[in-house]
């Protein structure tokens, strides 16, 4: 079978690289010379650790488990097996992570919870201020800047890959028993089965269709430091994150004092991973409201830098680069939106913040409905 996928990002390339698995031809087309939205915005992280009871952590665990056998057919994918750290500050934060435990799919996650001590010997860069932390070993990363760079060039030594940038597809139909997609400089690619991967975008391609979708865009607003002159073993999270992430629903959550008014107003929690070359990748905010503001607001910077400058014991290197992204959301509880557009087009978008975690997965899951 002959797949042409559109879309260069981790979505994208995660479909592009099940697909060859799979013994398919395929074509992929991406508008700019390499993937520059959400894919490459993000903290490139794996994180099982907070996801949804149910399907949403089995799809964690299996794309977890994907993440591994990528990393082993490309040895030069930076890829991390790190785990993470969620850092308590005070006996609330404690108490909700004492009743996540007693989940029934605690032992799923792998949670166990430590005191300062046992974290210090996991992570001896953090002697700020926190009582305990919670430690997922299943949570990794990646490096956002290579890794699609690492898994094309792999893809680009099979014969059956094809990767065409600079090419701005207008339309895509379905043609009797193909799929045909056409791009602005009028050329055309057909194949059996065409994949839409658009992002956030989504009124370029299947707007009448995305339209209808249950799906939002989101903003959000990160930084990256210096280098820190020494190693964070782990990815860190603060407690303000088991508010935003769903698998932290106990009854205790409702007993956290309320957020400082800057994070609550900025819906915000702190994430920070160490990148290779020593810079700390720290956010983040959300913003649900379109249309988003262009301009980048300085206080959540501010305070997201001294938050972890607090649970490290010590001043953070200076702020180098700020940037935001916008990612697309579905609104429905689901994984991700994954629709039938027309005879042999799907289009698959909508896992959020779980787009580089999920994206395996979620491409193992389209290319195996496609048999």
């Known amino acids: 079978m002959k797949i042409l996928i559109i879309g260069g990002g981790i979505i994208g390339t995660a479909h592009a690289y099940e697909a060859l698995k799979s013994g398919h031809q395929v074509i992929q087309l991406e508008r700019d010379d390499l993937a520059r939205s959400a894919s490459v915005r993000n903290f490139g992280l794996v994180w099982v650790s907070g996801r949804k009871s149910g399907a949403e952590l089995q799809t964690a665990v299996r794309a977890r488990q994907l993440w591994d056998e990528i990393h082993h057919a490309i040895p030069e ?19 909700v992570m004492e009743e ?25 860069a953090l002697r700020g201020n926190y009582l305990a932390s919670l430690w997922c070993p299943l ?57 839409v991967c658009p992002g956030a975008d989504h009124t370029s391609l299947c707007k009448e269709q995305l339209d209808t979708a249950p799906i939002r865009r989101v903003r959000l607003q990160m930084m990256s430091t ?7 073993t782990t990815s860190i999270a603060d407690g303000d994150s088991m508010r935003y992430y769903p698998g932290y629903e106990v009854p205790t959550l409702q007993n956290l004092p309320p957020q400082p008014q800057i994070a609550s107003d900025n819906h915000m929690q702190l994430l920070m991973v160490q990148r290779a070359d020593g810079s700390l990748t720290i956010g983040d905010t959300h913003e649900y409201a379109e249309p988003f503001e262009f301009k980048l607001n300085e206080d959540p910077y501010t305070y997201l830098h001294e938050i972890a400058s607090n649970l490290l014991g010590k001043r953070l290197p200076p702020i180098i680069h700020r940037w935001d992204g916008v990612y697309s959301q579905v609104t ?40």
């Open 77 to 95: 994918l930076l890829f991390r097996p790190n785990g993470s750290l969620t850092l308590a500050i005070n006996k609330e934060e404690v108490a």
């Open 100 to 124: 996540c435990l007693r989940k029934e799919d605690a032992s799923l996650r792998q949670w166990q919870i430590l005191d300062r001590e046992e974290t210090q010997r996991i992570n001896p």
């Open 139 to 195: 949570d990794a990363t990646v490096e956002p800047g290579s890794v699609l760079h690492s898994m094309r060039e792999y893809l680009l030594r099979s014969n059956g890959y094809i990767w065409r940038n600079n090419l701005d597809v207008v339309d895509i139909r379905s043609d009797g028993s193909k799929a045909v997609v056409v791009a602005r400089s009028g050329e055309i690619f057909e194949g059996d089965i065409a994949i």
């Open 226 to 232: 210096a280098p820190l002159d020494e190693v964070l």
């Open 332 to 371: 429905d509880g689901g994984i991700c939106d994954r629709r039938v557009i027309a005879q042999n087009i799907i289009s698959v978008t909508g896992p959020g913040g779980r787009g580089n975690t999920l994206a395996p997965a979620i491409a193992e899951e389209t290319i195996k409905g496609l048999t």
